[in-house]
């Protein structure tokens, strides 16, 4: 039985790392979810800590913030419209669709650039500017949120053997 719930943490954990990258999967609450059933359910030697799942859930929550707020923030930082912010998603979403997994990372700052300058009417300086603004918060947010699932994983690895 134990092995079962290892191979199922180990699978929460992968997918959670595919999750930091397509935003319809929740990444870390998975990698998050992983570890928790090797705390609950395979800790009989007392191995993981209860200060260590406290520690990862409240990474878990401040990365999930800051990856709704980051790229929102430097849009606007860098000069952005909302409108920037939510067509650097839709690209974000049709860039995955058509040119995975690269799509992926350019969409965002194809989406932002053709908000300001096809929407918003904004000079080319400007909009170039915000669209790297949002691409700059889209790499930080993912970078920051697959380093998280990875160290998860990793405990989670860890803890296994």
């Not at 058509?98 to 009417?121: C, D, M, Q, T």
């Not at 998280?148 to 405990?155: D, F, I, K, R, V």
């Amino acid at each position: 039985m134990a092995t079962i719930i290892e191979i199922i943490a180990v699978v929460l954990g992968i997918i959670g790392i595919i999750g930091c990258i397509i935003p319809i999967i929740p990444g870390l609450p998975l990698s998050y979810a992983g570890v928790l059933l090797m705390y609950f359910l395979c800790n009989t030697t007392n191995e993981i800590s209860t200060q260590h799942i406290i520690i990862w859930l409240i990474i878990t929550v401040v990365v999930t913030i800051l990856d709704y707020v980051l790229q929102p923030y430097l849009t606007k930082l860098s000069g952005g419209s909302t409108l920037a912010v939510r067509y650097s998603i839709a690209g974000m979403v049709a860039g995955m669709v058509f040119l995975p997994p690269i799509g992926i990372i350019i969409g965002p700052f194809i989406g932002a650039l053709i908000a300001e300058l096809l929407v918003n009417k904004k000079p080319f300086d400007v909009s170039l500017l915000a669209a790297f603004g949002s691409f700059l918060g889209f790499l930080l947010s993912t970078g920051l949120k697959l380093v998280c699932a990875g160290l998860m994983l990793y405990n989670i690895i860890r803890f296994i053997f």
